[in-house]
């Protein structure tokens, strides 16, 4: 059964643009881990300031050992990294590129199980 895991992140109006360009330059990295299945990035269009990172796994056990991997480590280390050095602290930040500390103000995961799944009839 496939697994869903929605990071929610907090994004103030100033950092959209630099969040969307961070997700995009990083484009390529989870689609080679094992038992991945689908990606999506979804800005919010009214009511919010939270932005929904969609991805859509084999299986839980496939989600970890993703989140414990090297790109996954190395990414967010650099981010921290950089968080730390602009005063940000080494929290959630999610959304963080090379050298300038976290996009996003807060972050969340929400966990799902896919139990029923459509697509477009043929």
Known sequence: MSVVKINVLTVP?????????????RAGM???AAGFEWFELLRPVEG????????RW???EDFQAWQQGEAFQRGHAQAA?????QGHGGGH?????HGQGPAATDSEVWSFEVT???GPKS
């Open 81 to 85: 990294q950089a968080a730390r050095a």
């Open 116 to 118: 029923e799944s459509a």
């Open 48 to 55: 919010t300031d939270r932005y929904l990172v969609y991805t």
């Open 30 to 32: 989870v689609e080679s």
């Open 93 to 97: 930040g999610h959304g963080h590129g």
């Open 58 to 60: 084999r299986s839980e």
């Open 13 to 25: 109006a100033d950092m959209r643009e630099e969040l969307e360009r961070r997700f995009s330059s």
